[in-house]
């Protein structure tokens, strides 16, 4: 029994390392939809990471009503995002919005609290995002994501 526990030690090591990283460090997603593309496809899986620093610009997952929304980061907590005839502004500069497919429908300015950003989806005609829905809550980010799995085709980080 003891040479049996002996043996056993390394793969429950193993075992243990995987279900942590994959808990609090990375896991696959899968994308659902086509309101991120022509960045991202429906059914493609990607590695979120659930570690690090937020960027604008960034592909972040979030928890929105029992699903998990992939957008873009456009604006972090504190500031002012609006949409003025296309064209979004941060703290009333333009910012570049070289992501955008279709025109950013306009929206009133917004102030976001200390837990709140905004987020768009790049296809902006058909995208569930925080211009319809508001700011996401900080407690309902789940990582950010930039590194499609499969299909073989896409693999590696996506195109910024």
């Known amino acids: 029994m003891k040479k049996f526990i002996k043996e056993a030690i390394p793969y429950v090591v193993v075992l243990v390392l995987v279900l942590l990283t994959r808990a609090f460090i990375v896991t696959p997603i899968t994308v659902s939809g086509d309101s991120m593309e022509p960045t991202l496809h429906g059914n493609e899986l990607m ?16 928890n929105y009503k029992d699903e998990h929304l992939i957008k873009r980061v456009y604006a972090f907590p504190g500031e002012t995002i609006e949409c003025i005839d296309g064209k979004i502004l941060v703290n009333n500069k333009v910012i570049d919005d070289k992501y955008a497919n279709g ?12 837990d709140e950003y905004f987020v768009l989806g790049d296809n902006r005609s058909v995208s569930l995002d925080s211009a319809t829905i508001g700011p996401i809550k900080e407690k309902d980010l789940l990582g950010k994501t930039s590194f499609v799995l499969y299909p073989f085709s896409r693999f590696g980080n996506i195109k910024k």
Do not use: H, P, Q
Request: proline content about 0%.
């Open 47 to 62: 590695m979120l990471v659930k570690i690090g620093e937020i960027k604008r610009y960034d592909i972040i997952v979030a």
């Open 103 to 114: 025109k950013t429908k306009s929206f009133d300015k917004i102030t976001l609290k200390d």
